[in-house]
């Protein structure tokens, strides 16, 4: 069994950043693709973007494009969310999973708001 814990949600205000991390443990093998995705008080789940074992392997949705990057430490297990210039409208709960092999394995959740 993968176990995916989030960290570093909180509230910031508009403008600001925040980091969230994304670790990976347990029966681990290997993680191949690690993504984000959010969802928002009353509105469905959305995909922020996912990066595969090698940096270069990075998708973005257009919606945070310029603003958030993703990126990994395979040796950690732990993928990272950089979210810079927050927005109000990016206030959700964010979630992590990995897939390995044919099992894709998803995290509880971190919340981030951002309000003034």
């Known amino acids: 069994q993968v176990h995916i814990v989030e960290s570093g949600g909180g509230l910031v205000r508009p403008g600001e950043s925040l980091r969230l991390s994304c670790t990976a443990s347990?029966?681990?093998?290997?993680?191949?693709?690690m993504g984000w995705h959010r969802q928002a008080p009353g509105k469905q789940r959305e995909f922020v973007g996912n990066i595969g074992r090698s940096d270069q392997l990075v998708n973005i949705a257009d919606s945070v494009k310029g603003r958030f990057i993703i990126s990994r430490d395979n040796v950690k297990n732990t993928m990272y969310l950089q979210m810079y210039d927050l927005k109000p409208e990016d206030t959700a709960v964010y979630y992590c999973?990995?897939?390995?092999?044919?099992?894709?394995?998803w995290g509880p959740g971190t919340q981030v708001t951002v309000s003034s």
């Open positions: 347990g029966s681990i093998s290997v993680i191949n693709v």
């Open positions: 999973y990995g897939v390995q092999y044919d099992q894709t394995y």
